[in-house]
């Protein structure tokens, strides 16, 4: 499914067009389509093409890879597409690690890299460019809500989240609304799948409750023993591990947690509703968060394009920056550094039918950006 | 030797695909083929430093990712600290100048490798396989969790780093460097082959009894080429870390120590150009079966068991029939 | 930190060593007999925790699905041998890594194509959901109990396999001599694929077991199979009571080290960088003791076995 994918040949253009063509506009989706964590960036890719299909623009081309989530075959494929492909646009990439690979080299190439997932905080400050937009979030944002969220109830929380800078990242933005006291901090290794040891720890440490992130399998595997553990205290998280794509892996082991996110599929606006039943039309699954961040952003880069030419770089990033569109996920801005101005919400797994879903309970942030927009100057 | 090996033919059209497909890119304006030619001469490189210790010495290095990340992480550490303007421990200088990098990759890579050799060398077969892939591995967590330098996100080199009257960041006179330092390990290893000290170590594969009873010390000599093998292999690494302007644990993973091995393998342990026409053969149908199919990596896994069981002796080995190394 | 908080990590660890066993025991047992190099057995694994989480949400039953896993990595390992790993017995062992690993590449695809992208839910049966009490006041998963004692049941089979029956005298005739065993009129060729397939039904019945409590998704076998290879190595290859030893050695490190070192770490380092920096010496830990075992043994903890 590499290969140049016209949007035109997907769309139903039988309506006759008398308009002039237009330069077409190429865009390169780098995202992980193979491995275990193929998941999300098969949500990431369905959502982009089905924008692109929808809004029935026949001058966008698209060239969708696959990394693997191998950050050195990322960057080859990023120079393929710039050098070979000479694409205006890129997106697509999932992984924190993958993107700090190919974004800074991207953006210095004067190609303009648009975040649908993944915002590390070495994008967001210092090393901010004009050629960087993040659609999705910067990586602390929904553990800052989490912190915040858990003031209203918990006293003395037990955190825990991988050794490596993401789970820092993630502590971090806890703790930076966190007031009350932490019952245990613990980092865990990288991809490890048994949590016996630590969830021996939390039951031993007299926590309240139990922040963790823990992305992918690593999620999965802890929620499942821990819901078999019989340490009965509440767990709070950031959403990814209670999204779409691994709740139906969890099980009803996950039914009332409560998760952070910028989105949710029972927000209460018109975009939204239009998009959640277009993908499960067209794919017959649930969104993902991974899904509406991809939307969100072949969104922008539509509403763009019908204000300005790629071409033009300044007004085309001008553009971009106005956010001109109507996001999934209700009101949405840029900062000063290209990261989102966004709510934050807190939702509760629970069960619509036989499907393991969440909803929406409380609002943690209204109009959040992040701490590292200051230190940028652009 | 009058009548040229069919082997030598093979090597030959290699060397000249080598340097003539990414000169008519060049001249054509597809310079995304110079980048992946670049790459195929890294990875080659990286190999062949491996072929040392793997095809002369007998010695399955499955952690030989160690060096090439080692490599990778001293140019991208050296050119952090020189870009802001930060000095070294002890108060050295960082700098951006590739040969300096390279020098004390190298160094770097041989000081790692004595240690680990002379422990690793102390078991053998199987055994060895995996002491190696664990000292790896430790190198590996350590860089992930380490946070100075980016841990599991890696370090990006903002910008390539300089060779005295040569600009790099193009891609051509960049694929030239490397090609030139892969010219000179291939003669490396074709000297050490040839010479009393390639002799001795084809003696210690074979037979390690016999070699002691004539008073060599078969353990030294195999650690030599286990130091020399990690230093070669540790260029490749800086070379391969300008190339992508970003280096990562997973240049140090298992992985990465496994791609080195079946690189050498599919083009024929032991042989000259074996890692060359195996890195080759790997990176051309990575790229093109990605470019078909998103289930490229059955299709090569497919191609991969096509060669182990059809082509004995590798790639190189079905082409030149069952001479030489074995 | 109390005696109970103790004990019941040092029964995790048990835990996870008895789990590596499940993983380690085909592997070993595949190496000892026929000298094969089996990259592939975490894609067995694999294939076992996928066969039995699809016949699960199937039936409705984990018991069928476990039976399903069984035979789905049996047959599996049998039909590899029959179709490749016969024809590599001969070879060069680094014939065998490569063809192993192209079948590792080959099966995790194959895998996705056939069960698309998303994790797969499984869950622990019913009759062994929650958790029973320990002395001390704590509390232990029931199903990692039942690990357990699946885990010494595995042992105790495979050494009354090995020691008491015909296949058991086939087998340690063929590990010692095989041209021997063959000359006595034995079918060593269905021999192997016996043994092999018996090896890979192991592989399956720890990704079954094993998937209940994790995540059944692609890929989560090669970090198990990175883990067996540490195991059957300290332990010596070819030896199933090595295999044992080194699983539980290599579980209790890792899970105490874990647990203790950051704590250790924190008498030297402020505590926001120590929980970090022992992190990180905890996950290089067991790696560490295979060095060190290897540098002393070099041919594992019980050599010359196999």
């Not at chain 1, 802890?222 to 709740?247: C, E, R, T």
């Amino acid at each position: 499914m590499r290969g140049i994918l016209a949007a035109s040949l997907l769309g139903l253009s039988l309506t006759v067009s008398g308009l002039a063509q237009a330069e077409p506009v190429k865009i390169g989706v780098i995202t992980t389509l193979s491995g275990g964590g193929a998941g999300l960036g098969v949500d990431m890719r369905d959502a982009f093409t089905l924008a692109m299909k929808q809004s029935g623009n026949k001058d966008v081309e698209l060239v969708v890879e696959d990394d693997a989530q191998k950050p050195e075959l990322a960057v080859q494929i990023a120079e393929k597409m710039i050098q070979s492909d000479k694409v205006d646009l890129m997106t697509g990439i999932i992984w924190s690690n993958l993107a700090m690979a190919v974004v800074p080299n991207t953006v210095a190439q004067d190609v303009i890299y648009l975040s649908p997932n993944a915002g590390p905080s070495a994008l967001a400050g210092a090393n901010c460019n004009k050629n960087y937009f993040n659609v999705a979030y910067q990586n602390d944002n929904f553990h800052e809500a989490m912190g915040q969220y858990a003031n209203k109830d918990y006293k003395k929380t037990f955190i825990l989240a991988p050794n490596y800078p993401a789970g820092k990242d993630s502590l971090t933005g806890f703790k930076r609304y966190y007031k009350g006291e932490l019952a245990g901090e613990l980092y865990t290794q990288v991809g490890q799948t048994d949590y016996a040891a630590e969830i021996a720890q939390i039951r031993a440490s007299g926590a309240d409750s139990v922040f963790f992130f823990l992305p992918g399998g690593m999620g999965i595997a802890f929620m499942k023993q821990y819901a078999q553990s019989g340490v009965g205290i509440p767990v709070l998280g950031p959403s990814f591990s209670f999204s779409q794509d691994v709740l139906p892996a969890i099980g009803d082991a996950a039914l009332g947690v409560k998760n952070s996110a910028s989105w949710s599929k029972d927000l209460d606006n018109e975009a939204n509703k239009a998009f959640v039943e277009a993908f499960q039309k067209e794919y017959n699954r649930l969104p993902s968060i991974y899904a509406a961040q991809s939307w969100d952003t072949a969104n922008l880069i539509l509403s763009a394009l019908s204000k300005a030419s790629v071409k033009d770089k300044d007004a085309f990033r001008a553009a971009l920056k106005a956010a001109d569109f109507k996001s999934v996920r209700g009101e949405f801005s840029f900062n000063t550094n290209n990261h989102p101005i966004q709510n934050i919400y807190v939702r509760e797994v629970m069960k619509e039918g036989d499907v393991l879903t969440n909803k929406i309970i409380a609002t943690a942030f209204e109009k959040h950006g992040d701490a590292y927009a200051e230190q940028c100057k652009m | 030797m009058a009548a040229l090996s069919r082997e030598t033919i093979a090597n030959g059209v290699l060397a000249l695909l080598l340097l003539v497909v990414p000169l008519l890119a060049a001249a054509s304006g597809e310079t995304f083929y110079i980048t992946l030619a670049t790459r195929i001469v890294i990875l080659a490189l990286a190999a062949l430093g491996l072929n040392i210790a793997l095809g002369l010495g007998g010695l399955v290095s499955f952690g030989h990712a160690a060096f090439f990340g080692l490599g990778g992480y001293v140019a991208g550490i050296l050119a952090t600290h020189a870009f802001n303007g930060e000095a070294l421990l002890f108060g050295l200088p960082a700098t951006t100048s590739m040969p300096v990098i390279w020098l004390v990759a190298v160094l770097l890579c041989g000081l790692v490798a004595l240690p680990i050799g002379a422990i690793s060398l102390r078991t053998s077969g199987v055994y060895f396989i995996m002491i190696t892939l664990a000292f790896a591995q430790m190198i590996y967590y350590f860089a992930v969790s380490w946070p100075d330098y980016g841990g599991e996100d890696g370090l990006s080199l903002y910008v390539r780093n300089t060779f005295p009257g040569v600009n790099t960041a193009q891609p051509l006179p960049y694929f030239l460097i490397c090609l030139a330092v892969l010219a000179a390990a291939a003669c490396l290893f074709w000297l050490l082959r040839g010479s009393r000290f390639g002799a001795a170590l084809e003696a210690a594969r074979q037979n390690t009894t016999r070699l002691s009873a004539v008073g060599i010390a078969p353990f030294r000599i195999k650690l030599v080429a286990f130091v020399i093998s990690a230093m070669v292999t540790g260029l490749a690494g800086a070379l391969f870390a300008d190339l992508n302007r970003f280096v990562s644990p997973s240049m140090l993973s298992w992985q990465m120590s496994g791609e080195l091995i079946v690189l050498i393998i599919l083009g024929g342990k032991g042989r000259l150009f074996g890692p060359i026409a195996g890195a080759m053969v790997y990176v051309l149908f990575e790229y093109a079966l990605g470019g078909i199919t998103e289930r490229w990596q059955f299709f090569l896994g497919l191609v991969l068991l096509g060669v182990v069981l059809f082509a004995r002796g590798g790639l190189l080995g079905l082409v030149a029939g069952r001479a030489r190394h074995g | 930190m109390t005696a109970a908080l103790i004990i019941e990590q040092l029964l995790n660890g048990l835990q996870l060593g008895v789990m590596l066993f499940l993983i380690a025991a085909g592997l070993t047992l595949i190496f000892g007999v026929m000298g094969f190099i089996n990259l592939a057995h975490g894609s067995l694994y694999m294939i076992g925790a996928f066969a039995c989480a699809a016949i699960a949400a199937a039936t409705g039953s984990f018991w069928i699905g476990l039976a399903a896993s069984l035979v789905a990595a049996a047959a599996a390992g049998a039909l590899m041998e029959v179709a490749i790993v016969r024809r590599l017995y001969e070879r060069d062992h680094l014939d065998q890594v490569l063809a192993t690993f192209a079948l590792i590449l080959i099966l995790s695809e194959g895998t996705r194509w056939l069960f698309g992208s998303f994790p797969l839910y499984l869950d622990i049966p019913p009759l062994l959901q929650g958790a029973v009490p320990l002395p001390g006041g704590g509390q232990y998963q029931l199903y990692r109990l039942a690990i357990i004692g699946v885990g010494i049941l595995v042992a105790i089979g495979l050494y009354l396999l090995i020691s008491r029956t015909r296949l058991g005298m086939r087998i340690r005739a063929g590990e010692t001599d095989r041209e021997m065993i063959a000359a006595l009129g034995v079918d060593i060729r269905t021999l192997y694929t016996v043994v092999f397939a018996l090896g890979a039904a192991l592989a399956g019945l720890a990704g079954a077991m094993v998937g209940a409590l994790q995540s059944v998704q692609v890929g989560m076998g090669e970090p198990a199979l990175i883990l067996a290879f540490v195991v059957i190595v300290i332990g010596g290859i070819g030896s199933i009571k090595g295999a044992l030893v080194g699983a539980i050695l290599v579980g209790v490190v890792d899970t105490m080290g874990r647990f203790l070192l950051p704590k250790l770490v924190a008498l030297a380092l402020p505590a926001s960088q120590a929980t970090m920096v022992g992190a990180a010496l905890a996950s290089m830990l067991i790696y560490v003791v295979m060095a060190l075992i290897l540098a002393f043994r070099p041919r594992g903890l019980f050599a010359g076995q196999g």
